[in-house]
């Protein structure tokens, strides 16, 4: 009886077949944010042709992986930025920012830039400003106010940027040189710039940030990476990643409890999970589309990826590599055997401490 309630206890749970793909509508997804604590994620896209018609807002329910609402925007989506503590999400059109309210579930207005935008992301840890790269400089603008609180010129170009909120520190790439601009985040006041290597023709794009590690990863347009230690601003390798120097690296993000750095590769539609800490690919994984993939987000309550592309969002199983899911699969039959042994075991030893009570009975 004993054995039989092990065993039903030990039965396995049914592994979830990764990649899950779900429609986005008619509209070309381009960016994405999870908000992991309310288990929602949002989207942004466009038509998908020219001239570039019916901008689009989606909200996704991360656990069904369904879309769940579809609201129009106003300009041409760029890249979104999410306000973890009430969820609002900050949406790049290409000269202000649209801001969706999540309490009500709607937009609730705008914040005016004025200038071309490349990047936006939300400081919700020091500065609680939300910045943005414009023009040729970087801005922090009041979220409530759209006011500017501080700004600062970025001599290359600015393009992508991340924060690291731990120590008060914007990174901010410049695609016309092979630049990394280091600022304070709470003034915009310059502390340093990271040199990378000409030798590969690296112009940073995209960034992310593992702030267990310190590590920063730059995109660059090439097949390159470039893997930078943010604790002193020195570059630690330049990685050809891509399957070749004609592909490039795009979109990046992290997954800092896997130390694992995932980057969107064109063309081909390829999504690269690399190690975090040599930056060696483990896997090339692929969206159905053969699409190129603008935007990725990581779930950190799953370690799911998630990666727009041609018509829809494809997720991927991050911290579930090929490994781990064979476990899940096996783990019942594991934890099955290893109850086996353990009950065995105990009725052998059992049954000799019985056999040594009978040897020693008084004759």
Known sequence: MLLLLV?????????TAYPITFAFGRSWPLYIVVDSSRGLAYADGTSGINPLTGFSFGVINVTTHQ????????????????????????????????????????????????????????????????FVTAGDGVYALDPQTGAVAANATVKGGPDG????????????????????AVFQASSLRPVGTISLPNCCASS?????LNPITQTLYASTGTGYIEMINAENDSLVKSVLVAPSADNSTNAIAVDDVNDRVYVASSPGGSVLELEGSTGAVLRTLKVPSDSQV??????????????????????????????????????????????VVAVVLYLFLQKRDERARTRIQPG
């Open 7 to 15: 065993l039903l206890i030990a039965q396995p749970a049914e592994a």
């Open 67 to 130: 879309l769940t609402k579809v609201l129009p925007l106003d300009e041409i989506p760029g890249t979104v930025a999410l306000d973890e503590s009430n969820g609002d999400v900050f949406v790049a059109g290409n000269y202000s920012i649209e801001v969706y309210d999540a309490a009500t579930g709607n937009f609730s207005g705008y914040i005016k830039v004025g200038l071309p935008i490349q990047y936006v992301t939300y400081d919700g840890n020091a500065s609680n400003n939300i």
């Open 161 to 180: 940027m991340t924060l690291d909120s731990a120590n008060g520190r914007l990174f901010v790439a410049e695609y016309l040189s092979p630049t990394i």
């Open 204 to 208: 940073p794009q995209s960034l992310a």
């Open 294 to 339: 603008v935007g990725l987000a990581i779930d950190t309550s799953t370690q799911e990826v998630y990666a727009p592309n041609y018509h829809q969002i494809t997720v991927f199983d991050a911290a579930r590599t090929g490994t781990f899911l064979v476990l899940i699969v096996l783990g019942g039959a594991v934890v099955a055997l290893v109850a």
